[in-house]
Structures are given as C-alpha cells and as structure tokens.
C-alpha cells in the first residue's frame, strides 16, 4: 500500500510541475506577446505623428493635412494598395510638389494613376515604394531622365513603362528616347499626363485586380496597421509623459554622478 501511494504521489508532483511549467510558458508567452503589441503601438505613434506632420507642412495646413490622410486610407482600401507604402508614396509627391502647379488634386491624380497601376500589375510592398520613389524623383528633380524610367520604374514591376510614358506625351518611343535624353521633359508637364495614361491603360482590370488574393492580403494588413495607429494616436500623451518622467530620473542620476566627482 505504501509503495502504491508512493507512486501516486510521485505521479501527482509530476503533474503539477508539469502543470506549472505549461503555465509558465503561456504566461511567458502572453508577456511575450504584450511586448511586441506595445512596441508595435508605440513605432506606430512615432510613425503616424511624423505622417501627419508631413502631410501638414506638404500642404499648408494641419486640417489638409488630415483630410490627404483620410484620402490615401481610402483610395488604399479600395484599391488593395499596401497602405504604409501609399502614405509614403503619397507624402513624397505632396512635398515634392509643393508650391507647384500641381499640388492638391494633381498630386491626388498622380498618386491614383500610379496606385492603379501598382493594383493591376500585383506589385510588391517593395515595388509599389520603388514606383512612388521615381515619380517623387521626377519631381523633385524638375526633369524627367532615363534612370527613372527605365531603370526605378521598371525594375519596379510596372510593365511597358516606356511605351506608356512615350505614349503619354505622343510620341513615339525613338523620339521620346531623344527628347527625354536631351533633358528637354519638364516633370511637371509629364507627370499629369503620365498619370492619365496609366489610367488609361490599366482601369479596365482593376475590378478584377482590387478583388485578388494580394489585394485582400493588404486590406488585412492595413486593418492592423489602422488598430496600431489609432490606438497610437490615443495612448500618444502617456507615451510623451512616461519619456519625460524617464528623462527627469536619467537627469537626476547624472546630476548625482556629478556629484560625487566633484
């Protein structure tokens, strides 16, 4: 009998540290996971406070600033795009347009026709950055040349570039190569045409391609993004308060190492 509670005790002790290790490891795993949760709120705060900062010296007013916010979310949803790519995308034109004839809806029509073509062409969250870079480029540059062309915008998925951009201004690609390699394009001439071609060329299959597997995908994606931002935006001023009440003790501990060296 002894022998026989011997092990059922044994077989219990067993049990409970087993028990106990399990929860253990669900306890490690749920601080775990709270940690990264927080880190991800807390980049997204940092993130959406310098987006809406760009936007609103981009286009002169905080309140605009919002709205182009709420716009790019929007157009992004709609269309499948990857959303932190669109805003990036979107940020870039706006201040590199800035006191241009084409700030405001050109800049709107810009990032549409690009967000089009990213859509049908199923390009990548690298791709769709790379595409907004070289218009953003053309931009800030005054001039269209070669290198965004045919090297940024091909490489970023967007087939028939060329052809699309010679087309776009009536031309045919032999002429168009001269007249871009002459450094004669203005980008402020060819960027609103460019854009209306690529609507042109692609929005016969953007139903289907807003509905594919990559658009759903993103849509999910930027459904996380959202949570992270909005609870970002509300726990923004108990992030401020706890650096600062951190930065008063890292004062007070260097003014005591002071201290004592003295």
């Known amino acids: 009998l002894d022998t026989a509670m011997g092990k059922v005790n044994r077989s219990t002790n067993t049990t409970s540290n087993s028990l106990l290790s399990f929860g253990n490891i669900i306890k490690g795993a749920a601080i775990a996971g709270f940690g990264l949760l927080a880190k991800g709120v807390f980049d997204s705060a940092v993130q959406l406070e310098a987006l809406t900062n760009q936007l609103g010296f981009a286009s002169g007013s905080m309140q605009q600033g919002a709205q182009d916010l709420s716009y790019v979310r929007r157009t992004a949803n709609e269309m499948g795009l990857e959303l932190n790519a ?23 029509d810009i990032f549409e026709g690009m967000s089009m073509a990213s859509t049908v062409n199923h390009m990548t ?9 070289a218009l953003t480029d053309m931009a800030g540059k005054g001039v269209v040349s070669m290198e965004e062309l045919r090297g940024q ?17 009536n031309m045919t690609t032999a002429d168009f190569n001269t007249f871009v390699s002459q450094g004669k394009l203005a980008s402020d001439v060819f960027l609103p045409r460019f854009a ?8 016969g299959g953007m139903e289907l391609a ?24 509300g726990l923004g001023g108990v992030f401020a308060s706890g650096m600062e009440g951190v930065q008063r003790v890292f004062g007070a501990i260097n003014q005591g190492i002071d201290y004592l060296k003295a």
């Open 86 to 108: 669109a805003q990036s995308g979107f940020v870039g034109l706006s201040a590199s347009l800035k006191g241009t004839s084409l700030a405001g809806q050109g800049v709107r």
């Open 196 to 203: 209306a071609q690529l609507k042109k060329e692609f929005s």
């Open 153 to 169: 915008l091909g490489d970023a998925g967007l087939k028939g570039a060329f052809k699309i951009a010679a087309d776009s201004m």
């Open 125 to 133: 969250t690298e791709q769709q950055a790379q595409a907004f870079k």
């Open 210 to 233: 807003s509905g594919s597997l990559q658009a759903n995908v993103n849509r999910m994606s930027n459904s996380w993004t959202l949570i992270k931002q909005t609870l970002g935006s």
